[in-house]
C-alpha cells in the first residue's frame, strides 16, 4: 500500500525558497501512470494545486505558481521534492503531497488522487 | 484555465436528510472529475473519480453524477461522520479544486 510522507523546515524567510521532499514507500515513483502532485492549504481556506510530477519525469505546473515552483524527483530515494522560491506570507500554507494512479482500465475513468501525506505546516515569516 | 464554481459553500442538514453538492465547469470536462471529503485537521480523501465511481471502500451513501460542465455530488442519508468540507476536483485540464462546501449536522 502506498504511502506519503512530507519533510521540510515549518519555517521559511520571506525572499527565500521552500524546499519539501515527499518520501514515498509502497510503490515505485517511476511506476507507469503514477502522477506525484504537490497542494496546499492556506489556512482556513480551500485546496490549491502546485503541480505534478509524472512517473516518466515530466512535470507541470499550476499557471498561477509556475514562475516560482520546481517539482523533481530522486529515483534513488524514492522521493519527489517541491521549491517554491521568493516566498512571502501568502505562501504560508499547510503542504500535501498525493499520487494517482492513472487510468482505471475497469472504467477507462482516470482515478482520483487516492493517497495523501499528513500534511506539512510552512510558515512564511522573518 | 478551468475555473470550478461549487456550491453551496455551506449547509446545515439534519442526520438522514439527503444532501446534495454541486460543482460547475468553466468548460466542459467530460467526466474528468472528482469528489474530495477533508475532516478538519485531516488530508482529503477522494470519495468518487470518474464523476460518478465510487472509490473502493467508500460507503454508498455518497455518489456522482454528471459530465460535461455540471457536476453533481448527494449523500443519500446525512451522518453525523459526514460533517467534513467537501471539494470537486477537475483533471481535464492540469487540476483545479472548487471552492468548497463545508457540511454541517443540524
Same mark, same amino acid.
Given at each position: 500500500?502506498?504511502?506519503?510522507?512530507?519533510?521540510?523546515?515549518?519555517?521559511?524567510?520571506?525572499?527565500?525558497?521552500?524546499?519539501?521532499?515527499?518520501?514515498?514507500?509502497?510503490?515505485?515513483?517511476?511506476?507507469?501512470?503514477?502522477?506525484?502532485?504537490?497542494?496546499?492549504?492556506?489556512?482556513?481556506?480551500?485546496?490549491?494545486?502546485?503541480?505534478?510530477?509524472?512517473?516518466?519525469?515530466?512535470?507541470?505546473?499550476?499557471?498561477?505558481?509556475?514562475?516560482?515552483?520546481?517539482?523533481?524527483?530522486?529515483?534513488?530515494?524514492?522521493?519527489?521534492?517541491?521549491?517554491?522560491?521568493?516566498?512571502?506570507?501568502?505562501?504560508?500554507?499547510?503542504?500535501?503531497?498525493?499520487?494517482?494512479?492513472?487510468?482505471?482500465?475497469?472504467?477507462?475513468?482516470?482515478?482520483?488522487?487516492?493517497?495523501?501525506?499528513?500534511?506539512?505546516?510552512?510558515?512564511?515569516?522573518? | 484555465?478551468?475555473?470550478?464554481?461549487?456550491?453551496?459553500?455551506?449547509?446545515?442538514?439534519?442526520? *438522514?436528510?439527503?444532501? &446534495?453538492? %454541486?460543482?460547475?465547469?468553466? $468548460?466542459?470536462?467530460?467526466?474528468?472529475?472528482?469528489?474530495?471529503? +477533508?475532516?478538519?485537521?485531516?488530508?482529503?480523501?477522494?470519495?468518487?473519480?470518474?464523476?460518478?465511481?465510487?472509490?473502493?471502500?467508500?460507503?454508498?451513501?455518497?455518489?456522482?453524477?454528471?459530465? *460535461?460542465?455540471?457536476? &453533481?455530488? %448527494?449523500?443519500?442519508?446525512? $451522518?453525523?461522520?459526514?460533517?467534513?468540507?467537501?471539494?470537486?476536483? +477537475?483533471?481535464?485540464?492540469?487540476?483545479?479544486?472548487?471552492?468548497?462546501?463545508?457540511?454541517?449536522?443540524?
Amino acid at each position: 500500500q502506498v504511502q506519503l510522507q512530507e519533510s521540510g523546515p515549518g519555517l521559511v524567510k520571506p525572499s527565500q525558497t521552500l524546499s519539501l521532499t515527499c518520501t514515498v514507500s509502497g510503490a515505485s515513483i517511476t511506476s507507469g501512470g503514477y502522477y506525484w502532485s504537490w497542494i496546499r492549504q492556506h489556512p482556513g481556506k480551500g485546496l490549491e494545486w502546485i503541480g505534478y510530477i509524472y512517473y516518466s519525469g515530466s512535470a507541470y505546473y499550476s499557471p498561477s505558481l509556475q514562475s516560482r515552483v520546481t517539482i523533481s524527483r530522486d529515483t534513488s530515494k524514492n522521493q519527489f521534492s517541491l521549491k517554491l522560491n521568493s516566498v512571502n506570507a501568502a505562501d504560508t500554507a499547510v503542504y500535501y503531497c498525493a499520487s494517482r494512479r492513472g487510468v482505471d482500465t475497469a472504467t477507462g475513468y482516470h482515478y482520483g488522487m487516492d493517497v495523501w501525506g499528513q500534511g506539512t505546516a510552512v510558515t512564511v515569516s522573518s | 484555465a478551468i475555473q470550478m464554481t461549487q456550491s453551496p459553500s455551506s449547509l446545515s442538514a439534519s442526520v *438522514g436528510a439527503r444532501v &446534495t453538492i %454541486t460543482c460547475r465547469a468553466s $468548460q466542459g470536462i467530460g467526466n474528468r472529475l472528482g469528489w474530495y471529503q +477533508q475532516k478538519l485537521g485531516k488530508a482529503p480523501k477522494v470519495l468518487i473519480y470518474g464523476a460518478s465511481t465510487l472509490q473502493s471502500g467508500v460507503t454508498s451513501r455518497f455518489s456522482g453524477s454528471g459530465s *460535461g460542465t455540471d457536476f &453533481t455530488l %448527494t449523500i443519500s442519508s446525512l $451522518q453525523p461522520e459526514d460533517s467534513a468540507t467537501y471539494y470537486c476536483l +477537475q483533471d481535464y485540464d492540469f487540476f483545479t479544486f472548487g471552492g468548497g462546501t463545508k457540511v454541517e449536522i443540524k
